[in-house]
């Protein structure tokens, strides 16, 4: 459908318009958590919800997660493009391969079009963490995959309602039947959780299909699709201005910068910026090839990083949409980890990669110091097929994200113990990990002077300890466990982090050993066995003691705090 300009914008009504395609995104999301049962979905909010317009360009969102969001405009382009005039009202199309454009396999991604006369006038979409889809380890987030299949369920695109008829026996195949045929995996070892999860899914989209054909009553649909269209272009001018903002900061149009992995696979990026057009072009031209692993990102997920810091760097309350990719050129190698081949894992490039992404990028303008750039990724389980006599057992998966520190900047400190830059999910309470999972946990708080030193102090990261009280397979995804988050403009380091595992002492009578297991390693640990994970710190900035004046660190809409403590990079103050 082409969306026609009605008129010129009204500044309030564009205000308004913004604020009323959040607050569809917002309800979708409170129906999601209210409706969903696992822990990952409904008490660490690891979801997100969005708005799209009829030819699947972001519209708006709520302050969900920067990784899903980037990439979901991908998804739906695909979907649509899939499907076509075959999408009826009811329909509901679900995915999660990168190869349709989705980020890692755990990650289920719900799209429905809502529907006016016959025709498509928007796209609602949900995407969420679901705790287990099968592979080869409980959890789906496996610390040694290569292969995409050992990573669980892969589903290109499956429509999963048609016409409001919900396909129960197709899903059970894709869930559970499909991923248990290649050697050494298992399919869902919950299936109930993820069928149930997925139904909430469904229901949210729903919901934001409703509140849209309600807006849609009340202004009619050529106001509304005219503000869609105004809300990017406004988005688009203020990442133009941020370009040329950035040339005249450093006095020239080519932007420069390159980051390692752990295990020293560079990521480089040039930037070129035409100041008169307002444009750049973003090249990857010199990054490592794709890995023998699981550090492979999407093309989509990289997306994501770009998008996220452009809106993060721009100092106008705008909503994150597709308005602030239309300046931007992303050339990325065809023979790189950021553009694997279809048969590559990914798990980690979603979760490690895309953070290390977002790193390169603001050192690249400039912003900040480098954040703790990982999401210490922890997930343990049981159940599945027995590798040695194929029986299955039902069980469960548990995952979660760890907070760290963020960068400083040039007049403000980094904050400490927060999920920054590409996730933004709560983290389990006590109570509710240790009442549902078979763990104690023994400590969870900030790491002294883990944030690098300067004029301005990088964020502390946190220390989480916990006991397991039954034999259980532990998989950790993690990275600056080799290399510290950078600091900038004379500022020192953050601290690498470090994951300690403390064998039980009760079969032995040597005393406990600490045991340094790396960033990556999956360790089946006995009852009474200890798990300690400190995580990284953010980069200081600047000379000590030449510290000026402190700015706080803004809380924008379309990133606020998701948890108990506030996060958002600060990056959104560099300019």
């Not at 026609?4 to 205000?15: E, K």
């Not at 308004?16 to 209210?34: I, P, T």
């Not at 279809?342 to 979603?350: E, F, K, L, M």
């Not at 009578?509 to 045991?515: E, G, I, K, N, T």
């Amino acid at each position: 459908m082409t969306i026609a300009y009605t008129y010129q914008p009204d500044p309030i009504l564009l205000s308004l318009f913004s604020n009323r395609f959040m607050s569809v995104a917002e309800a979708m999301g409170r129906s999601l958590q209210q409706t969903s049962i696992s822990t990952n979905i409904k008490e660490r909010l690891d979801y997100s919800c969005a708005l799209f317009g009829p030819e699947g360009d972001l519209v708006a969102n709520a302050p969900f997660i920067p990784v899903h969001l980037g990439s979901m405009s991908h998804c739906v382009k695909y979907q649509l493009a899939k499907h076509g005039s075959t999408l009826k009202p009811g329909d509901v199309i679900l995915s999660n391969s990168p190869n349709s454009f989705g980020s890692h396999l755990p990650d289920l991604t719900a799209v429905t079009p809502v529907f006016d006369e016959g025709k498509i006038i928007f796209f609602t979409a949900s995407r969420a963490h679901h705790a287990d889809i099968g592979g080869i380890i409980a959890g789906s987030m496996p610390s040694n995959s290569k292969m995409l299949h050992e990573e669980g369920a892969e589903i290109l695109s499956f429509k999963v309602v048609s016409q409001g008829v919900f396909d129960s026996k197709g899903l059970y195949k894709l869930l559970v039947e499909d991923p248990a045929q290649y050697p050494g995996c298992s399919g869902c070892r919950n299936y109930g959780d993820v069928e149930s999860d997925l139904k909430a899914q469904i229901a949210a989209n729903h919901k934001g299909a409703t509140l849209l054909s309600k807006l849609v009553q009340e202004y009619s649909l050529p106001v509304v699709h005219s503000y869609m269209r105004f809300i990017r272009d406004n988005a688009a001018t203020a990442v133009r201005q941020l370009l040329r903002d950035a040339a005249d900061k450093v006095g020239g149009t080519t932007l420069k910068a390159v980051d390692y992995m752990d295990d020293g696979t560079p990521i480089h990026l040039t930037v070129e910026i035409d100041k008169e057009l307002g444009n750049a072009r973003f090249d990857f031209t010199g990054t490592g090839p794709q890995i023998y692993g699981n550090l492979n990102a999407p093309v989509s997920v990289v997306h994501s990083a770009i998008i996220y810091c452009m809106r993060a760097m721009v100092g106008e309350d705008i909503p994150l949409n597709a308005g602030c990719l239309v300046p931007l050129d992303i050339y990325i190698p065809e023979d790189c980890f950021l553009n694997p081949g279809p048969t590559a894992a990914v798990c980690a490039g979603n979760v490690l990669t895309s953070q290390r992404i977002t790193d390169t990028v603001l050192k690249a303008f400039g912003a900040c110091a480098a954040s703790q750039g990982c999401c210490n990724n922890l997930s343990f389980g049981a159940g599945g097929k027995d590798p040695v006599t194929g029986e299955v057992r039902k069980g469960w998966g548990y995952y979660e994200t760890i907070a760290g520190g963020s960068g400083a900047g040039p007049s403000w400190d980094g904050a400490s113990g927060v999920h920054c830059h590409m996730t933004n999910t709560r983290i389990t309470d006590p109570e509710i990990l240790e009442r549902r999972y078979p763990v104690i946990l023994h400590q969870f708080g900030y790491r002294p002077n883990s944030g690098g030193d300067g004029a301005f102090v990088g964020g502390n990261g946190v220390i989480r300890e916990m006991e397991f009280l039954e034999p259980i397979t532990v998989s950790l995804l993690t990275e600056r466990r080799a290399r510290a988050p950078y600091g900038a403009a004379g500022g020192a380091d953050g601290s690498m982090g470090r994951n300690i595992w403390i064998p039980s002492t009760a079969q032995s009578q040597s005393p406990a050993r600490h045991v340094n297991i790396g960033g990556k390693a999956t360790v089946p640990m006995n009852e009474g066995d200890r798990l300690i994970i400190e995580t990284p710190g953010g980069g200081g900035w600047g000379v000590k003691g030449q510290r000026g004046e402190v700015k706080p660190v803004a809380v924008s809409k379309t990133f606020e705090a998701r948890g108990s403590v506030a996060e958002r990079t600060s990056a959104e103050n560099a300019f």
